[in-house]
């Protein structure tokens, strides 16, 4: 019994680094819809605003994080997040996506529940059909 | 002989000779130690009073003792002299002479004794020789010794004290203006030392900067403990000085390089993680690209990626470019300071983004009225003012044109520059460990690059200087440079 994920989410400042996930999801047909946003701050008023009128179709099922963004980062987005996604009524996959190998980001991510799992850039094609295999079945 | 064992063993202890006197008829008896501590044998002498007089006791003691001696045999008069001796080389040996009561120790006897015990001179010459080795170990070695007499009100300095110090060997040290002898900043810690040392006995030794006669600070151990007295009270301090003052002048300037390579060392590793992480972001998409392009089969697709290879190679151009920058503030900052005028470096900075002023309508404000010239490297001057108003245009309030004060002032032996802005400000609770990071933006704006404020904070910090930033959103910004 496997579905597709209907929406995945993707927060990050990189241009270049958004646009070839978008590729290669399109390409993989990994899901149906992807949404961006540009840092923390972004992301997190989306959130806010679904609290107001739950609608489950717009809670994506995955979030890709990146750590360094301007305006709000990636840990901050955490705090936040963490504090509002019980509200949400949905599982939804949190994935820390960043280029930083400093072992101090590393064991602070996997110290938060939030956090499913970190990943250091590049991924690679096969990290993410792994992870959105992985939600199917 | 005598009887006692107890006696015995203690004047065996006392390593001295005597006499017993008897009576009827009267005799001395010499004890074996009396013969021996002058070297004589038994039969080399004769052991009577009058033998004694005219031939062992030297002349000038012969009369004291005669009468003293006689006194004791026939009035029981104890007595304590000096004697000197003749001993079997031909030498005069000095001898303290006491009778029973006389002594130190409670001897109990019942018969009369005369003891002679032995002055040995030995110690003394012992002194001598100690106190050619103390001259020379403090002479080798820079030690002084001295001592403060808290009865008398004096304090007493030796030879070498003086010498360290630079005062002339007939030099009287004062007691009550002793914190003259050490340097200014060292005073006080001078004091407490001398005040615990003197009201609670607590020795010291420790590292102190002292002034010589010729004004010279130059750096001294010193070391001193109380002295006391029989009733348990401190009467005194007394110590020494070593001149210590090259090894802990190598000390200090070896802590400074330690502190200039870590300083250097922590740059370097900011740096390396800077870099790391930079060009990280740079490879890691090239990586994803070049996955992209395998796994698609579609010629013409494939060669639209190759044209993202050009984004990605002219990003990482920038990057390393700004690399380059970081690199060329710490080799640039070896480069001269000279006399800079405040008015000329920002006439310079002005004229250079005169359009991006007038286009946004900014006003600018300058004081250099107070602080008009630094001595600094210029290139950085026209940095530092280009990023500060640059900055506080690109991020002006919204609804207000930016108003830039500049302003120049020195506080104490510093110089500072000061620069406010009427922008939208930056939220401290959020962003005040973030403010000069690199790459590091607080607005939505399209050019912000966070290359600035780290630029600027790196160029103030390679010329040891400090940058401070205090900011209320919707008010403005202030930056703080302490130069």
Redesign the interface.
Known sequence: MSHKIGLACIIDD?N??V???K??VE?KNLCNNLMVFQNGKDALNYFEAILTNLNKKTIPEIIFLDL?M???DGW?FLDNFTKIKNKLGKTITLYIVS????PVDIERAKSINTVKDYLI?????EDLEAIFLKKTL | MLQNELFNNVIQDFNAGYWELYDGPEREVWSEKFYDSLGYTKNELEPKIDYFLEHLIHQEDVELFRDNFFSYRRNAINFKQHIKILDKKGNYKLFRCATNDELPVNIKSKISLVFFIEIKLEPEQDITKDNFYYKETAQMTATGSWYVDFQERKSFWDFETRRILEYADDYIPSLKDSANYYAEDSRQQAADLFFNCAMVGTPFNTEIKMVTANKREFWVRAIGKPVYNENKEIIGIRGVFQDIDEIKKKELSLQKSIDIIASQNSRLFNFA?IV??NL??H???????V??IE??DDPKEKIG?VK?IK??SY?LNTTIEHLNEIVAIHTNKDQEKKPVKFQDAFNLVASGIGQMISMSKTKIKTDFKELNTINYIPAYLESILLNLITNAIKYKHENRDPVIKIKSYSKGSKAYLKVTDNGRGIDMK?FKDKIFGM??????NKD?V?IGLFLTKNQVESLDGKITVESEVDKGTTFIIEF
């Not at chain 2, 490879?283 to 690209?289: D, P, V």
């Not at chain 2, 790459?439 to 939505?444: A, D, E, G």
């Open positions: 990189d270049m680094y646009n070839l996930v590729r290669i390409a360094n301007p305006v709000m901050e280029s930083s190998i400093n850039k590049p991924v690679t094609i | 993680h790391s992480h990280r972001s490879t890691s998409n090239l990586s994803l690209l996955q992209l796994d698609i990626l993202e984004q990605i990003s959020l790459y590091k933006t607080f607005h939505y912000a966070g």
